[in-house]
């Protein structure tokens, strides 16, 4: 079983607005980033709200997903990544982790990153766009407990970090894994795009 997590709790402070609500292609980016892992080869896809939880919900609540609230999303991401570990299928043999403002990683896409990762012996594999780390970040399930400890706003740099030679970094041709919709000024770039 394949599970993924897709982290939509958190504030948007750069942003000034809830960037999982922003307009993209006729709908909103948190659907349309649901829309694609659903689309993929992954079995379970669980989406983590916190900040604006009714309005998310709303958003994807008639999709087949699992939504989880993180009641501590204030406190950062790990929080956000604990609480979607924490209700991931234990049958899962991989989970990928998933932010909710990289609406252009599609299907394609993350099936090539799973099928990159079934091909090595690894715990964890990132995709690399030209030397900058990107998402989604695919985990082993033997690593969900390391995951459900997270607090505070370490995410999972501290479990890749501790994991050396068996966290791949995988090049890849995809510029999509490292765009995100951060700024006003990236969601320009993408509403243009």
Same mark, same amino acid.
């Given at each position: ?9 958190g ?7 809830t ?10 980016l948190?659907?349309?980033v649901t829309s ?5 080869s992954?079995?379970?896809v &669980?989406?983590v ?6 309005a ?12 989880v609230y993180n ?6 991401q790990?929080t ?20 909710a ?7 394609a896409?993350i099936?090539?990153l799973?099928?990159a990762?079934?091909?090595?012996s690894? &715990?964890?594999l990132?995709?690399?766009?030209h ?19 997270l ?5 999972a740099?501290?479990? &890749?970090?501790?994991?050396g030679?068996?966290a ?8 999509e ?10 969601y320009?770039?993408?509403t243009r &795009?």
């Amino acid at each position: 079983m394949i599970s993924a997590i897709i982290l939509a709790a958190g504030t948007s402070s750069r942003m000034g607005e809830t960037k999982q609500l922003l307009p993209f292609k006729g709908t909103s980016l948190i659907r349309t980033v649901t829309s694609n892992v659903l689309a993929s080869s992954v079995d379970e896809v &669980l989406v983590v709200s916190g900040c604006k939880a009714e309005a998310i919900k709303a958003q994807v609540d008639d999709l087949p997903v699992k939504i989880v609230y993180n009641p501590d999303y204030k406190l950062g991401q790990g929080t956000t990544l604990a609480a979607g570990a924490g209700q991931v299928n234990p049958a899962a043999e991989i989970f990928l982790v998933f932010m909710a403002d990289q609406p252009l990683i599609d299907a394609a896409i993350i099936d090539s990153l799973i099928a990159a990762y079934q091909q090595r012996s690894c &715990l964890a594999l990132r995709p690399v766009y030209h030397g900058q780390p990107g998402h989604p970040v695919i985990f082993d399930g033997s690593l969900l407990e390391a995951m459900k400890a997270l607090s505070n706003d370490e995410g999972a740099r501290q479990i &890749l970090a501790g994991l050396g030679k068996k966290a791949v970094e995988l090049p890849v041709p995809y510029p999509e894994v490292v765009f995100d919709v951060d700024t006003p000024e990236a969601y320009q770039k993408l509403t243009r &795009l």
